[in-house]
């Protein structure tokens, strides 16, 4: 395990640069003069000269590079130009309701996923089976900046039931949860139902049935546990996905997480601020993926031979 | 029955072209022709579905609107395919360090989750269609470069590739030839899906203000200005949303079928009760 988690690290190392090098180069590829974008054309040419020192902008790439990357290093990601604040406290401060609300995304997904979609491979070619296959369908083509509105009209302004968006309180987790694992919860379906339905192929299921364990025992004591392993995989690139999907779920629902500032940082043409989103984001993603290989790893241990 | 899915998808691709082609000629009214006292009037009478918050025919703005989604998806699958199956085919291929530093690069590519390198992309670039189809092409050439290179590495050591090199066909014709046309089917279903996922990520841009912008009617954008009025004119959310969901379950529901006829399904085994 050892040998794996050193291997899986030092790939890591090549695609963080990478990552790093991207997010670096996008405040490079606004068109024209970035300064005069973010500042706007009225500006005085002595607060132009500022920011340029500030983002220096005043030196040659590569040195921008490594001040960019030393700074990253250190945990300095720049300051934000609308409120003055360090963008790696504006961040911190917003991670914490996005994890939240991934997570709670997450157990939606999982709770509709691991039954539907373990009854509909028990009922493979069915009514119910084809019923479930075309809610996952419904739910994968659902795009979440609808679906969420029109959460909020039945159970907010009609209903009453849920509050109309914003963090407050356990109640303000449910509708943005659903809005954001819906999607999540139709791919897993499916994934759950193929991988369940490839493992009830196998041999193993066969010789388990014919020393006479019941259908519901070799299900419980065989499938499972095989046919989920592959889940897991698409359980963490998932949860990338969500952490992505959240930005569109945190603007319907006034939700204060980085999603939300990334749109405010794009309105406001706050690119240090967009920078720092956009590569906490993908480190999240990359821990998440990084996490999953590790529990791949450890349910299979073939996974570490290779 | 098993044909429905085949029959629906193809239905709305169908309308969906027609849509676009035909917009000028289907559209009851101009769409962006302003009716200020007609405002957010609800559905029914000579505007179908309604009139938006500036008066404008809802319809006639969905029927445009299936143009820029259809000409998103279009472009947007065609350079990211063309891309994706040239490197994934030189990588495949070539193997050895070009190969090695083509994948890093793909890897890196993937550590961007989802729309989160279109949102990047398009808030540098600036506000419009053309930077969101760019955005788009830039993160989707990835996954079809992956699926090629995986497939021309197994179809490389088959026998009519060996019979292709011993009549001493050069490396880039073996690859366009024979390799490549052997391998597409998998690159066909993934574009379906593809195509659905464009379609979404420009309404979800558009609806961030970062893509389509007004007048130019999108579904997407539609969306956006119908969430200030969600309280008291339902029908501006309500049916531009609709025609996004129709429009990708149509692409999905095809892009199943094609998966289930080019590649197979799923067994049910010994304990499906389909068995």
Known sequence: MGMFLLRRLTTLIPVLLGVLTAVFLLIHMIPGDPVEVMLGEMALPADREALRVQLHLDQPLAVQYGHYLVGVLTGDLGTSMHSGRPVLEMVAERVGPTFLLTLAAMVVAISVALPLGLISALKAGTAVDHTAMVGALLGVSMPNFWLGPLLLLAFSVHLGWLPLGGLDGPLSFILPAITLGTAMAAILTRMVRASLLEVMDREFVRAALAKGLTRWQVMARHVLANALIPVITVLGLQFGALLAGAIITETVFSWPGLGRLTVEAIQTRDYPVVQGCVMFICLGYLAASLLTDICYAAADPRVRLR | ?275
Request: proline share 6%; aromatic share 6%.
């Open chain 2, 1 to 275: 029955m098993r044909r429905f899915p085949v029959l629906f998808g193809g239905g709305v691709l169908g309308l969906l072209a027609l849509s676009a082609l035909l917009a000028p000629w289907l559209s009851p009214v101009d769409p962006t022709s302003i009716d200020l006292p007609n405002r957010l009037l609800g559905p029914g009478g000579a505007h179908l579905l309604g009139q938006d918050a500036l008066g404008r025919d809802i319809l006639s703005r969905i029927i445009h609107g299936a143009r820029v989604s259809l000409f998103v998806g279009v472009v947007t699958v065609s350079v990211s395919v063309t891309l994706g199956c040239l490197i994934g085919a030189v990588a495949g291929y070539r193997g050895g360090w070009l190969d090695e530093v083509l994948m890093r690069v793909v890897d890196v590519f993937l550590a961007f989750p989802g729309i989160l390198l279109a949102i990047a992309l398009t808030a540098v670039l600036g506000p419009s269609l053309n930077n969101v189809i760019l955005a788009l092409c830039i993160m989707g050439w990835v996954g079809y470069a992956r699926i090629v290179r995986g497939q021309v590495l197994l179809a490389r050591e088959l026998t009519f590739v060996e019979a292709a090199r011993a009549t001493g066909c050069s490396g880039p014709r073996i690859l366009l030839r024979h390799i490549l046309p052997n391998v597409m089917a998998p690159v066909l279903v993934e574009a379906t899906f593809g195509m659905a996922g464009a379609i979404i990520a420009e309404a979800g841009l558009s609806f961030l203000g970062l893509g389509t912008q007004p007048p130019t009617p999108s579904w997407g954008a539609m969306l956006a200005e119908g969430a200030d009025y969600i309280l008291f004119a339902p029908h501006l959310t309500i049916f531009p949303g609709a025609a996004i969901l129709l429009t990708v379950l149509g692409i999905n529901l095809l892009g199943d079928a094609l998966r289930d006829r080019l590649q197979g399904g799923t067994g049910g085994g010994v304990l499906g009760e389909a068995k």
